[in-house]
């Protein structure tokens, strides 16, 4: 092992982490809007051609074509080279900090984190599509790959992220009368559980909520208040069934009983809450949480064995 130079394992995660990390973007895209993964090949989001062999290297691409599309000239989401960037740097980091099971297990969920995060920015959604599978897929993992989480804390994980999220929401609901937390949050600390455990369930729902409410904050002073966007399509098909006349923010509710569905909401639209008064702009959960837990639940994944060690020496 020895022999073979340390650069080249080194490249290769980067590689491999870019490649992934354009992959989680162009899941995040299609997903919602139930296109399939394999087919077509990628295309401009904007004139919907597809895209020339090479503008599919990770990276590079973004940043010869200078974030544009050569065809139309459209802007390209950052969030392409951001995905690229942020996934290349984790698996470099994890291949070179952690034996070669233990890294891969940690990329997956970092990678299910992402996609996840970016879904429930669009859209406010958490995709029950990764998060369901993410639980089995990470109590195996953390039981086989992660020796410092194992299968113990890994069940505990996923008892105490699904259901302490869930009655922390119904209190929520039942002081405020508005959804707060909403099952999209819950299967998604469920997976957290799973994959890190129950120590970073704790870490994740502190630290989550910690960012949420700085994120929060900031949006409240300074941002415009933004409309809730629309239902995805996979999400107006799921709830149109029971009802096809309802307004978005009832389709919302309707929603959990499409929780078997691709999708569930995640939280209750925030244009009623806008619209009913604006002093209280700043309580509601105005930005998504997610993304917040999952920053947090990525950073414990990367950093549990220092996170460990420093809380243990204390
Ligand atoms: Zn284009």
Known sequence: MEQVPAIIGDVAALALGACVGSFAVTVAYRL????????P??????????VPWWANIPIF?????RGHCLMCGAPI?????????????????????????????RFIFITLLLISSLVDYDWRLIPNLITFPGVPVGFVLAALLMPEVGWQDSLIGIAAGGGLLFVTGYLYQLVRG???VGLGDVFLLAMVGAFIGWQGVMFTLFFGA???????????????????????????????????????A????????????????????PDSAAA?????????????????????AGFYALFQPQLTSWYLSR
Do not use: K, M
């Open 178 to 180: 508005q959804e707060g």
């Open 32 to 39: 919602p809007r139930d296109i399939s993964i394999a087919t």
């Open 250 to 269: 009832a389709g919302a509710q309707a929603g959990t009983a499409a929780a078997v569905a691709a999708v569930s909401i995640e939280q209750q639209a």
């Open 77 to 105: 989401r950052a969030r392409h080279l951001g995905g690229e960037l942020a996934l290349a740097l984790a698996a470099l980091y994890l291949y070179v900090n952690f034996p070669p099971g233990d890294a891969t297990a």
């Open 41 to 50: 090949r990628s295309f401009c989001e904007s004139c919907e051609r597809p």
């Open 210 to 248: 910690l960012l949420g409410s700085i994120g929060g904050l900031v949006v409240g002073l300074f941002g415009t208040p933004t409309a809730a966007p629309e239902l995805p399509p996979v999400a107006r098909e799921a709830t149109a069934a029971p009802s096809p006349a309802v307004p978005s």
């Open 61 to 65: 691409a973004y940043l010869a074509s």
């Open 276 to 296: 009913e008064n604006e002093e209280h702009a700043l309580l509601s959960t105005a930005v998504p949480f997610g993304p917040f837990l999952s920053l947090a």
